[in-house]
């Protein structure tokens, strides 16, 4: 039911965290893996060691998710390599932090380029390949439902544009049997959020478990939403955030 074997995927920022996790993730369940990166070029040739052990074939392609020009060869690089694309995973993300008091328009911008735009080129990119069974699963945030401190308005504004996208791209890609769902991981220990950092233990407050959760937790709801087993779910979002937005 979770069988992806003969599957092509495209995950977006796949060199670390999440992305590394959920690349690792679709390969171990049968999908071969192509992966972009920014400039972990070491992180990302260890990730295609990592999927390679598992007899999946894996590509790492190094491109910004700023760059309109990146995105559209990322895509067909990953159709020429692997053969077609069946599943694209839009991960890649940057954060923002500040108040919208203080806000720097260039780093506003450059965030909503890759949070936003990139998404929806690749998406734009990717459509032309997916057919009946295609799926789009894209990584937001909690804080697209919830913003419960200040300081992360402009992020949470960015997460909350997929919610639009995932729900609109359903109805645009239903009709082809190709489904579009987003996935909402709350405080998920990495690099960019270490759930041993200085604002950790105020994080595990607001769940309900407790805890962060591990990149292979939001990884394996990915896997579900790739997989046979969510077939008419579409248009649908999926928190992996240990209750944070209960
Ligand atoms: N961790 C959390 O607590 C948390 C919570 C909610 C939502 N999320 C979301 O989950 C996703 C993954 O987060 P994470 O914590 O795993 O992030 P991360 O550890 O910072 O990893 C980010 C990944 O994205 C890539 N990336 C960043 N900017 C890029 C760009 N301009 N072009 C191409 N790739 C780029 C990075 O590549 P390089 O290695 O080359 O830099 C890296 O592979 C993001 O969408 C994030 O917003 C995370």
Redesign the pocket.
């Known amino acids: 039911m979770f069988d992806l074997h003969g599957k092509r995927a495209l995950v977006?920022?796949?060199?670390?965290?999440?992305?590394?996790a959920i690349a690792q993730a679709l390969a171990e369940h049968g999908a071969d893996v192509a992966f972009?990166?920014?400039?972990?070029?070491s992180?990302?040739a260890a990730v295609v060691k990592s999927i390679e052990a598992t007899g999946r074939r894996a590509v790492a392609l190094q491109?910004?998710?700023?760059d309109p020009q990146a995105i559209a060869r990322s895509v067909a690089d990953t159709v020429s390599a692997l053969g077609g694309l069946d599943i694209l995973v839009n991960?890649?993300?940057?954060?923002l932090d500040g108040l919208i008091a203080d806000l720097d328009l260039d780093a506003y911008q450059a965030m909503m380029d890759?949070?936003v735009r990139?998404p929806v080129l690749f998406s734009k990119a990717a459509i032309p390949h997916l057919g009946a069974g295609g799926r789009i699963v894209s990584?937001?945030?909690?804080?697209a439902e919830r913003v419960p401190f200040p300081g992360v308005t402009a992020?949470a504004m960015s997460?909350a544009a997929l919610l639009a996208l995932t729900r609109g791209l359903s109805r645009e890609l239903g009709p082809k049997g190709v489904t579009v769902n987003l996935v909402?991981?709350?405080?998920?220990?990495?690099?960019?959020?270490p759930a041993d950092g200085p604002a950790a233990d105020f994080q595990r407050g607001l769940t309900s478990l407790g805890r962060?959760?591990e990149?292979r937790e939001?990884a394996n709801a990915v896997v579900f939403l790739a997989s046979p087993a969510a077939s008419v779910i579409t248009g649908a979002v999926l928190a992996a955030?240990g209750g944070a937005i209960a």
């Open positions: 977006t920022g796949g060199s670390r965290g999440i992305g590394a972009t990166y920014a400039r972990s070029e992180r990302a491109a910004d998710s700023a991960n890649a993300a940057v954060g890759v949070n990139g990584i937001g945030s909690g804080l992020y997460k909402l991981p709350g405080s998920t220990d990495t690099e960019s959020n962060f959760g990149p939001v955030d």
